[in-house]
């Protein structure tokens, strides 16, 4: 996938650098857990402290481990990829996650604290039944071993292997390692040294754009990075519309004003307020600190495209020029833009290689360790204590959880190199395959949070027929002629001209289709007696306090300008 074929290896100074970044790491990672469990002895032991960090997280710690677990090599690697072969439209993903991040902030995440769920099947338990809750605890697992951490450790080990010259197989169980390290240390570890993690992250990939833009401004004679982002503008003006009209080539993966009206909505809601690998930084804090660390997070993916976008168009303009040709990126049916962002880092001088390398690889570990600690957190408090050892001790359920972090770790290792990860595409792959649950999940959490008559078998229809009306419609087009969609914008002809629906509309339709569905099961049962579980919910929770809404409006305004220039 990445540049095998061309040899590339670190410099002594890039290796010091990078063992910098491991031993501030790891030297804070041992002192934060030196100092957490040598209070009293007993706080080792204590379950919610090791998974949730309970009341240890700071709002800066909260949002910096947020970032750090969301932002992998998928982004670095495929965000940037998708720079190259689409432009700034891609940066959407982010751009729309800073106002989701808030909507989660003010709606979600106190309907959480104040029933006191620590778990997403926790919360399907309390709100729904025993069975849902188990069948998505097991669900959850599967796909965040075989799918998640896989991908992840792959992705990640491949981009390092092809920076560092290193062997594909050591990058990977070195990275293992490396995250195994700090998720041992449990939550309060992670969520500290992700402060450090994302520091080295975003000045590694500042540095990186800051590098790009100067080469595109040094090739056409002039200096400066504001010449440089002014001459990719001129250079590759289409790379810079944020909403693709219907005859653009890329519109299939982003199609129009869904991106502002959509499914893009059901993707980020998803994934930052239904999702127990992002929620848990923000379950263990009070309800101020949490919705401080979420909107500082919101301003973080403000500046990710600047990271990981612009990097991709550069790479496009030089490659537009000749300045890279088909050793690099491949060329005709071989092109693959995948390699935009290890191609710039084998170019970094001498040192910055090694900030932006350690950068890359903090991104990775940090994304690891976050989601080996959901791993461990829903094996342990869903299945393992209330199936296989209720009457277990708190320091048991420490230790299991410890064991489930090593054995998920070691599945990784040995499953990813035999998925074909490699050969599925970057940033767009993963977003669509996620795509086949997330719109039945967010149905079931969203009715389930406000909508007292919502039923468990509601919620089981959800979860079961939103995947396989996912798989209906990314299958119809192949017995059904779809070109009576195309023009409501529904539907686009793929290469071979049959006319299928983009992935983000096929979320849309699942997801409406899931709710109606919902609706009219649940006022049946109700209407026959069905009692469900309503969650403690009233308006007061929603209240934000002065600093909040400030900032929420400036990320509102940010958001309104930065869509208005690139329309």
């Not at 959901?374 to 408090?381: D, G, M």
């Amino acid at each position: 996938m990445l540049i095998s074929h061309m040899q590339h290896q670190l410099a002594t100074l890039d290796y010091v650098v990078f063992f910098i970044y491991f031993l501030i790491v790891s030297g804070y990672g041992i002192w934060i857990y030196r100092r957490k469990t040598g209070h009293d002895g007993t706080a080792e032991g204590d379950s919610k402290d090791y998974f949730l960090a309970e009341g240890s997280l700071t709002w800066w710690a909260i949002g910096s481990s947020l970032i750090a677990s969301n932002i992998s090599a998928e982004q670095f690697v495929g965000m940037s990829g998708s720079g190259f072969k689409m432009g700034l439209a891609i940066a959407t993903y982010e751009w729309m996650a800073a106002l989701t991040l808030i909507i989660v902030a003010v709606f979600f995440i106190p309907v959480y604290l104040k029933n006191k769920i620590f778990t997403m099947p926790q919360f399907l338990h309390q709100r729904y039944n025993g069975t849902v809750a188990m069948i998505m605890a097991v669900f959850w697992l599967a796909l965040y071993v075989v799918v998640n951490l896989t991908s992840i450790l792959y992705l990640g080990a491949i981009a390092i292997s092809s920076i560092a010259g290193l062997n594909l197989e050591f990058c990977l169980y070195a990275l293992a390692f490396f995250a195994v390290l700090i998720t041992l240390g449990g939550m309060k570890v992670i969520g500290f040294t992700d402060v450090i993690q994302v520091f080295f992250l975003i000045l590694g990939g500042l540095a990186t754009t800051y590098l790009a833009l100067n080469m595109v401004a040094d090739h056409y004679g002039q200096s400066g990075v504001l010449a440089g982002f002014n001459l990719m503008t001129e250079q590759a003006g289409d790379h810079f519309q944020m909403i693709f009209k219907r005859d653009n080539p890329n519109y299939i993966d982003l199609p129009g004003l869904t991106v502002l009206l959509g499914g893009m909505w059901i993707v980020n809601l998803n994934y930052w307020g239904c999702n127990q690998y992002i929620t848990q930084r923000a379950l263990g804090a009070d309800l101020p600190t949490a919705r401080g660390g979420l909107l500082f997070a919101a301003f973080l993916k403000l500046l990710m495209p600047v990271i990981v976008v612009l990097p991709g168009i550069a790479a496009y303009v030089l490659y537009k020029q000749d300045v890279f040709g088909a050793a690099e990126f491949g060329q005709g049916a071989d092109l693959n833009p995948d390699r935009a962002y290890p191609v710039l880092l084998n170019i970094l001088p001498v040192g910055l290689k090694g900030l932006s390398f350690a950068a890359l690889t903090a991104a990775v570990v940090a994304s690891l360790a976050g989601k080996a600690n959901s791993i461990a957190t829903i094996f342990t408090l869903d299945i393992y204590q209330k199936v296989l050892n209720p009457q277990a001790s708190e320091k048991k359920l420490v230790n299991v959880g410890k064991i489930a972090v090593i054995v998920a770790m070691i599945l990784g290792v040995l499953i990813a190199p035999h998925l074909g990860i490699d050969k599925k595409g970057g940033f767009q792959y993963i977003q669509e395959y996620t795509g086949f649950v997330s719109p039945g999940i967010f149905a079931m959490f969203i009715l389930g949070f406000f909508w007292k008559k919502t039923t468990s078998t509601a919620a089981l229809f959800a979860t079961i027929g939103g995947f396989l009306l996912s798989v209906l419609f990314k299958f119809l087009p192949t017995f059904a002629d779809l070109s009576f969609l195309a023009p409501l914008g529904f539907a686009v002809p793929n290469a071979a001209g049959v006319y299928e629906i983009p992935f983000l509309d096929r979320m849309g339709f699942v997801f409406l289709i899931c709710v109606v569905m919902m609706v009219i099961i649940s006022l049946v049962q109700t209407s026959r007696g069905v009692v469900t579980n309503g969650l403690e919910v009233d308006r007061s929770m929603f209240k934000t306090d002065r600093n909040f809404a400030i900032g929420s409006m400036v990320i509102m305004v940010l958001l309104t300008v930065l869509y208005t220039i690139y329309w």
